[in-house]
């Protein structure tokens, strides 16, 4: 509280400054950054509407309407990493709004010039990895119907998604357009490696462990010395040279196809066609 | 169904679409939507299984940029309401899943092209000075998304159990296993999408390495993800492209170029 006072007294002599109550109100408004996401202009009213505490704190009158405007313009990137851009934003509306000689384009130039490097670095760490990789491991709990795999899901993925939100306002606030200078170091690069590596890992343990095809096609069947009968199948001939081997070709097959922009719908469909033809068939099981 | 659960059905319906748009606390998941749902309808178990057989399938379904990806949110809602309460396999539930997420996707399509007029309306409004509008503006936005699962939940739910039952049990067995069958294969779409959006050729072997690994033995996830993680240590601290350029050129750009070593666990615990 009186922490506030002090900031309100620094008001008064004349600089505005946002509290520590206006960067909070940003984190939890930045949470809702995604709601009315439309084909136009994407996170433009989310955008704005996170960076509202802000501007309320900053202009009034006419000036107020020019910051509105200038966040309502199109921006689009990963939402969590969406948090330091909105930090720098509001460093950037603050010096602005004490007289630094800052221009509507360039508030928009660092917002556009940063929303395509976070994207690049927040999709494939937050949505190539992170997720499948929690969400594999709270699934592969919950097949066995044991209600501590959403729970792990749950609570691991927001631990890590707030966590990110949250400093990354106030990091971008402190940091202000320094944060330009970090981004060109290899931090990011690194940090956007190590979680390929890690993604590409456990998908290709993914691969093997928990995609399911099996073709029962017998190829012979055998009596041993003991009258003991054993059955050779397709599957497992498969099985004892590379467990997992059509799963991978399959995925393999399958990634060649999205990459030539077929929709993955179809591909969904497509192969569970397949898995009716081949049921009927009785080639797969 | 009992008055208060078809309530509480309808409220993760909604809060489920909002989380699908919004894509943050990850409510719209399978495996949160259906156990959630579970919950409510008095069957856990059968929820949390159906959740983490959606939720492998769709493990790799996201949105990036532009791209939607199939809705989860009324797939997973609609999927669990019809398994239990009309006392069907989880192979059924698969199939219906499927059928609602593509539907969903549809809708999903139709309400961001919507909200492009109230992003106009809010244009106006910041014209006007007027904040409360544009809040009000965003806040409409991200109920029409909740209206969007809440709405065909509602109607499913009201339709009698019989009707659902004979409909869902006139499907031949030919095709819900083989809908099964299916559904072990489709989860390699998503993985499909995963290593497409991450995969460079140098960093392949590193697919391979996961696969073999876990051919051969009996690791859990927990333990293909810890060597996962250890491998990615390994190689970062390794490669030579990180040491050039933290020991020379930008030695001045960042704080003075602190030991990389140092710094490589810095970024991995953050």
Known sequence: MSEQVKTQDVATNGEKKLTKKDLFSMFIRNNFLLGSFNFERMQAVGFCFSMIPAIKRLY??????????????????????????????????????????????????????????????????????????????????????????????????????????YYGIQYG????????????????????????????????????????????VVLAHLTDQTGHKTVTTVQSVLDSLLPGLLPLLLTFFVASLLKKKVNPLWLIFGIFAVGILGYWLKILA | MSLIQIILVCLIAAIAGMASVLDEGQLHRPLIVCTLIGLVLGDLKTGVILGGTLEMMALGWMNIGAAMAPDTALASVISTLLVITADQSIGKGIAVAVAVAA?????????????????HRADKYAEEGNIRGIDIMHIIGLSLQALRVLIPTLIVALISVTTVQSLLNSIPEVITKGLQVGGGMVVVVGYAMVINMMAVKYLMPFLFLGFVIAAFTNFNLVALGILGLVAAIIYIQLNPKYHVSAGQNRAAATNGGTVSGNDLDDDLDD
């Open chain 1, 173 to 216: 606030y402190k940091k202000g357009l320094s944060v330009i200078s970090d981004l060109e170091g290899n931090r990011l690069q690194k940090l956007t490696e190590g979680a390929s590596i890690l993604g590409l890992f456990v998908m290709g343990a993914l691969v093997c462990k928990w995609t399911s095809i099996n073709v029962p």
């Open chain 2, 103 to 119: 539907a969903g996707q549809v809708l999903t399509i139709f309400v961001r092209t919507l909200t492009i007029g109230l992003q």
């Open chain 1, 60 to 165: 009034k009158g006419d000036e107020r309407k020019k910051a509105l405007k200038r966040h309502l313009e199109f921006f689009n990137t990963q939402p969590f990493l969406a948090a330091p851009i909105v930090g720098v934003s509001a460093a950037m509306e603050e010096q602005k709004a004490n007289g630094a000689p800052i221009d509507d384009s360039t508030i928009s130039g660092v917002k556009v010039g940063l929303m395509g490097p976070l994207a690049g670095v927040g999709d494939p760490i937050f949505w190539g990895t992170l997720r499948p990789v929690i969400g594999a491991l709270g699934a592969s709990l919950a097949i066995t119907g044991n209600i501590i795999g959403p729970l792990v899901f749950l609570v691991f993925f927001n631990i890590l998604r707030l966590a990110t939100k």
